[in-house]
């Protein structure tokens, strides 16, 4: 089992939907966890932390779910500047292993 | 304040050849990590440099060098190319012993193609 795996999609979604994606890991030891956007021939840039209680930033909401070592990114009322390859990373704080997934295209139709 | 730069941008060379790219941290940070991602895949990383040492090293041969200057800035060196390297290499600056451990914030990458 890869230790972060995501669909890579892509996922097609007309403008104005919500569109969810999940991320699975495999080492339960792990600490942190985010969501980086990538846009085509970009460096990643950080979108937001997961914490365990969750937690939004607009029209972002990340969940954590410890127990089926999943975290999932749901976006709202999606633009078209959404579209973009979006990054699941998972840390663990004792040897700071930083394990990026594979990324979910994502493009928003007008 | 300026954010992570590297240089350069893009890079082409020929299989056997050896390349060094560079990276400047974001201000105020002490730590540099690499990184490879290579066409529809995630970064992988390569090593990561604090205090002019390599402190930890992920899946990658020895052709793999890195090093650290005293003002955090840091390079990366490849030797004996192989087609395989061809990527975009990604340098993330964070600062230390922050609990729980700093964000990475990534330079824009240099982009080698290995011919």
């Known amino acids: 089992r890869k230790e972060v795996e995501q669909d890579p999609g892509p996922f097609n979604v007309p403008e104005g939907a919500t569109v969810a994606f999940n991320c699975t890991y495999s080492?339960?030891?792990?600490?942190?966890f985010f969501w980086y956007r990538q846009d085509c021939r970009k460096e990643p840039k950080l979108l937001m932390s997961?914490?365990?209680s969750g937690n939004e930033d607009g029209r972002f909401t990340a969940q954590l779910n410890r127990a089926s070592q999943y975290i999932s990114l749901l976006i709202r009322d999606s633009k078209l500047s959404d579209s973009a390859t979006y990054l699941c990373?998972?840390?663990?704080?004792?040897?700071?292993?930083?394990?990026f997934g594979k990324g979910t295209r994502l493009h928003i139709l007008p | 304040d300026a954010g992570v730069t590297q240089s350069p941008t893009h890079l082409i060379k020929t299989r056997g050849q050896q390349v060094t790219l560079r990276c400047s941290p974001k201000?105020?940070?002490?730590?540099v990590s690499w990184y490879q991602q290579a066409l529809g895949q995630g970064p992988q990383f390569i090593f990561q440099?604090?205090?002019?040492?390599?402190?930890q090293r992920g899946n990658f041969p020895d052709r793999f060098s890195g090093h650290q200057f005293p003002n955090y800035s840091s390079e990366l060196n490849v030797n004996a190319l192989l087609l395989g390297d061809s990527a975009l290499y990604l340098c993330?600056?964070?600062?230390?012993?922050?609990?729980?451990?700093?964000?990475?914030?990534f330079g824009p990458g240099t982009r080698l193609t290995v011919l």
């Open positions: 080492n339960s030891a792990s600490q942190s």
């Open positions: 997961v914490y365990s």
């Open positions: 990373v998972v840390r663990t704080w004792r040897d700071d292993k930083i394990i």
């Open positions: 201000s105020g940070h002490d730590t």
């Open positions: 440099y604090y205090e002019e040492e390599e402190r």
């Open positions: 993330a600056s964070s600062l230390a012993g922050q609990v729980p451990p700093d964000t990475q914030y």
